[in-house]
């Protein structure tokens, strides 16, 4: 649709340029009533010399036919005038029957404008809510881990007391030494349990605290990236405001043309097809005539198919 209103202005003016040029031809065999007049002093003198073989009749039958030359070849470029501007009417009628095409589109791009922006606002609301989720749980791990750490690093100050302690007994009773290395090596073995424990929860809260961060960078840049996505969205629903208002305009502005244009053409073209009928009458009688009262022969099918064009567009006018 866009590319044939395009190129309606430069049909019309191809339309325009071939009317001129057939204005401009001249007709053949239309020399006039003196050129009609020298035939008939021709055709008389040639009578004369033949020794009156012709009658008047005869003389008003050539002028007949030099009429009928004349008028058929009028008869002929108004057919083609006429066909001219029946095209030229179907383009503008087509162009004005189409116009209107481009802003139902606009439309459609303003109403996916305004759903991008919904479901991107719903977007932002639940990753927002996700990310409160998971801080909470981030809280709760890392105080549970911290606890459990705490105690541990309790037990340890305890046991290593003890130990102490035990030493002191050791250096002081040296009965009891077999029964204190046993305990003491039992107290070493829990201890590095405790140790390797507290190394294992250790490790456990980095990874669990970096999982949780990786987490909440990822929803950060989502965010980012649906305000982003938001901003454009907001910019392409402007961008479509826009573009609807300049295509309204410029339909209105098109419809215009087309009006004014369809209404001079449709003018031009009433003016054509009368004087084509007044052509076509003015060779029928010729040719009657020439035929010397005979009834009119057929008139061919090419002619009547302009005139039927041209009374049908009359018509369409009324």
């Not at 077999?178 to 929860?201: C, F």
């Not at 649906?226 to 454009?232: N, S, V």
């Amino acid at each position: 649709r866009s590319w044939q209103s395009e190129a309606l202005p430069a049909a019309l003016r191809i339309l325009d340029r071939k009317l001129s040029t057939l204005a401009a031809q001249p007709i053949s065999g239309s020399g006039g009533e003196g050129e009609g007049a020298d035939v008939a002093a021709t055709s008389s003198a040639s009578v004369v010399r033949s020794g009156g073989a012709r009658t008047k009749s005869a003389i008003r039958a050539a002028l007949a036919r030099d009429r009928l030359r004349s008028q058929a070849a009028q008869a002929e470029r108004l057919r083609q005038r006429v066909e001219l501007l029946c095209d030229a009417c179907a383009r503008l009628e087509a162009a004005e029957s189409c116009g209107s095409s481009s802003v139902p589109q606009a439309e459609r791009l303003l109403c996916d404008a305004d759903e991008m922006l919904t479901a991107l606002d719903a977007g932002v609301k639940e990753l927002s809510a996700e990310q409160e989720e998971l801080r909470k749980s981030l809280s709760e791990v890392s105080s549970g881990l911290e606890q459990q750490i705490a105690g541990y690093q309790e037990v340890a100050g305890s046991q290593a007391a003890k130990r102490g302690q035990l030493e002191e007994e050791k250096s002081q009773l040296l009965r009891r030494l077999e029964e204190v290395n046993m305990q003491l090596a039992q107290i070493d073995e829990e201890t590095a349990l405790w140790e390797k424990s507290v190394r294992e929860l250790d490790t456990k809260l980095k990874q669990s605290k970096n999982h949780y961060q990786e987490l909440i960078a990822g929803i950060f840049c989502q965010q980012k990236r649906l305000a982003d996505e938001k901003l454009r969205a907001v910019t392409c629903k402007e961008c479509a405001h826009s573009a609807l208002d300049v295509i309204r305009g410029e339909e209105r502005r098109k419809m215009q043309d087309l009006a004014v244009q369809l209404r001079r053409r449709r003018a031009d073209l009433r003016r054509s097809c009368a004087a084509y009928v007044r052509q076509e009458r003015l060779r029928v009688e010729s040719a009657s005539e020439c035929l010397g009262g005979q009834p009119p022969a057929p008139v061919p099918p090419p002619e009547a198919s302009a005139v039927g064009g041209a009374a049908g567009a009359g018509a369409v006018d009324e």
